[in-house]
């Protein structure tokens, strides 16, 4: 059996594939890298969502690759953070930076977001053509980050590359590269910040190495590594996602318009529709158990495909309809559990702000090319466009 998800359309259009996986069986064996390894693929949402939760699924890679030849270089601060790990050094580690992340603290950036995207949006040409990924969608969430690490501004398109090569797919010498560069960099502005301290969330997080020593300087780095690149890949395929599927459905984003209103609620139905994570980070059992039916045996990966649980018709009917009459507050679009995006609260008020003053400030705005040229990113992980050309009509001058 070959791997279902190696097929060159699946990137373009992966909800197919995943209904006839999940009509097939909603958790099965599928072949998954090089070398005839196998890891269990998990597609329906109720087995999705307990899986997210369930114990004996392990974050921790460094048990499960420890004596295991591998070819890879990556740098330990990607290698080695706070996603792969478990109680209760992840509640440990998570309880260091929920603050930044709450609600409240995300409520108080909100003129700050609002105010980068005035700007961002300004820069726009009169009439299109514009790339929103490139001029939006990426900028926004990575100036946010790094101006709540204290990332200099001119380091900041460094950054950018570097975190997109590391869901470089198929390239493992670009991505472990990328991951020395990343881990370097932060390694020497972690130093940088102790002679020079400020008041961002790394020297938060310096103080707490320093002052209460309950940070190694290994977890230190990783920490902020794994803030700064899942603080802003995620909410870039968010809104890129989003904006498209907006415009590719027209009576939604009309009601938009009329009912601005509607779009903080509208953004779970949009986060469920075309989630921005495939298939969630790495998993494995440390015990043999039975989920969905299926017998899933000790020590072996299990992939939980969000994106493809969040298109379960027993869960969500009509899941191919975009519909914001659905409660789909449900979504496993930022995961569940223990392990759920910390930034969650962070990256729905970026789209949010994001989307909102496009839908107000533009007019007519369309896809300037079709939806067949369309490019999407070569990862499974990540659920992204490489690019979103947008235009509107020369008679139809942007709104103020």
């Given amino acids: 059996m070959t791997d279902p998800l190696q097929d060159p359309r699946f990137f373009a259009d992966p909800y197919p594939p995943y209904a006839r996986l999940r009509d097939s069986a909603p958790v099965q064996k599928v072949p998954t890298g090089s070398g005839g390894r196998e890891s269990y693929l998990v597609t ?38 706070m996603l792969a790990t478990d109680p209760p050094q992840h509640a440990r580690l998570r309880a260091l930076v929920t603050k930044a992340f709450t609600t409240g603290a995300v409520a108080r950036l909100r003129p700050y977001i609002a105010g980068l995207v005035d700007e961002l949006l300004d820069a726009w ?13 990426v900028p926004l969430p990575v100036t946010v980050i790094c101006e709540m690490l204290g990332v200099p501004e001119s380091d900041r398109l460094l950054v950018r590359t570097w975190s997109s090569d590391l869901f470089a797919a198929g390239e493992p010498l670009r991505i472990d590269a990328a991951s020395h560069a990343i881990g370097g960099y932060m390694t020497d502005l972690v130093v940088s910040r102790r002679s020079s301290p400020g008041k961002s ?26 803030l700064l690149v899942a603080g802003h890949e995620t909410t870039t395929n968010f809104i890129g996602n989003a904006a498209l599927a907006l415009l590719q459905h027209p009576e939604s984003l009309a009601r938009l318009r009329a009912e601005p209103q509607l779009l903080g609620s509208a953004l779970d139905e949009l986060l469920r529709f075309d989630s921005p994570v495939g298939i969630a980070t790495f998993r494995y059992s440390t015990e043999a158990f039975t989920l969905g039916g299926t017998a899933i045996p000790e020590g072996v990966p299990v992939l939980i495909a969000p994106g493809a649980a969040n298109r379960d018709p027993n869960r969500f009917p009509g899941p191919d309809q975009l519909d914001f009459d659905r409660g789909a507050t449900g979504h496993l679009a930022f995961g569940h559990g223990i ?6 609260p962070l990256a729905r008020a970026e789209g949010e702000l994001a989307l909102r003053a496009v839908i107000s400030r533009f007019a007519d705005v369309r896809p300037a090319v079709p939806a067949e040229e369309l490019e999407w990113r070569h990862t499974r992980l990540m659920r992204g466009l490489t690019a979103l050309p947008l235009t509107w009509s020369r008679g139809t001058p942007r709104s103020t």
Avoid at 125 to 137: F, W
Avoid at 201 to 226: C, M, Y
């Fill in 201 to 226: 969330l790394l020297d938060d997080l310096i103080a707490v190495r320093d002052g209460q020593d309950r940070l190694t300087e290994d977890e230190l780095v990783s920490l902020a590594v794994l």
């Fill in 339 to 344: 392990h759920r995006c910390l930034g969650a």
């Fill in 125 to 137: 040409p009169d009439r299109g053509p514009v790339d929103l990924v490139a001029s939006l969608a």
């Fill in 44 to 81: 329906g949402y109720a087995e999705a969502r307990e899986a997210f939760a369930d114990p004996r699924l392990s974050k921790d890679t460094t048990r499960f690759f420890a004596g295991r030849p591998s070819q890879r270089d990556l740098h330990p601060a990607v290698s080695r953070n």
